[in-house]
T-cell receptor
Framework: SAVISQKPSRDICQRGTSLTIQCQVD?????MFWYRQQPGQSLTLIAT?????????ESGFVIDKFPISRPNLTFSTLTVSNMSPEDSSIYLC????????????FGPGTRLTVT | AQSVAQPEDQVNVAEGNPLTVKCTYS??????LFWYVQYPNRGLQFLLK??????LVKGSYGFEAEFNKSQTSFHLKKPSALVSDSALYFC???????????FGTGTRLLVSP
């Protein structure tokens, strides 16, 4: 399984500002995924990030609001832009297991509170 | 579109008793199914998966799940619950053609001493 770290682990931000979340993996992976878990709810995929290409966003999520970078095979960032209280969530990155094992492994998450 | 349903928001069980957390799925093609557990203030941990093969799959922490194609179900089970099993459990299906996971709404398991 992959070991994934995220920074920051939590943050409290004011509305209108932006926060960039970092995700670091201990092995090279082709695809990385960003999910959002709103309070008391399930996980929803925001986007899929391939190294060297534009991220693919799910319905309801746009690049202007959630820009993603993927500069290499072990790192990605997700920015939450122009934040509002509705953006208060846990943001998680994940990668698929090595060798086509299909399961995904998740980082510990970033708990964001927007005031 | 692929989807999973977890019909129970919460399951209560006494320590030492068997537990079942239910999941049903709707997919086109062969289902790739997963169970994850989320402890408070922690990320998601992978428990087990069904890709192909035996209908009874075994995973971490003594959990197992039974794949039932005729009932389109993938229920999570454990013979003897522990208080430490209390957590939020998610069923998920892998989208065919894409690698993303589609999650159920989650079931909170409470194991009482």
């Amino acid at each position: 399984s992959a070991v994934i770290s995220q920074k920051p682990s939590r943050d409290i931000c004011q509305r209108g500002t932006s926060l960039t979340i970092q995700c670091q993996v201990d092995s090279q992976v082709t695809m990385m995924f960003w999910y959002r878990q709103q309070p008391g709810q399930s996980l929803t995929l925001i986007a899929t990030a391939n190294q060297g290409s534009e991220a693919t966003y799910e319905s309801g999520f746009v690049i202007d609001k959630f820009p993603i970078s993927r500069p290499n095979l072990t790192f990605s960032t997700l920015t939450v832009s122009n934040m509002s209280p509705e953006d208060s969530s846990i943001y998680l990155c994940s990668v698929e297991g090595i060798g086509g094992s299909y399961e995904q492994y998740f980082g510990p998450g970033t708990r964001l509170t927007v005031t | 579109a692929q989807s999973v349903a977890q019909p129970e928001d919460q399951v209560n069980v006494a320590e030492g008793n068997p537990l079942t957390v239910k999941c049903t799925y709707s997919v086109s093609g062969n289902p790739y199914l997963f169970w994850y557990v989320q402890y408070p203030n922690r990320g998601l941990q992978f428990l087990l998966k069904y890709i192909t093969g035996d209908n009874l799959v075994k995973g971490s922490y003594g959990f197992e799940a039974e794949f039932n194609k005729s009932q389109t179900s993938f229920h999570l089970k454990k013979p003897s619950a522990l208080v430490s099993d209390s957590a939020l459990y998610f069923c998920a299906v892998r989208d065919t053609g894409f690698q993303k996971l589609v999650f159920g709404t989650g079931t909170r398991l409470l194991v009482s001493p």
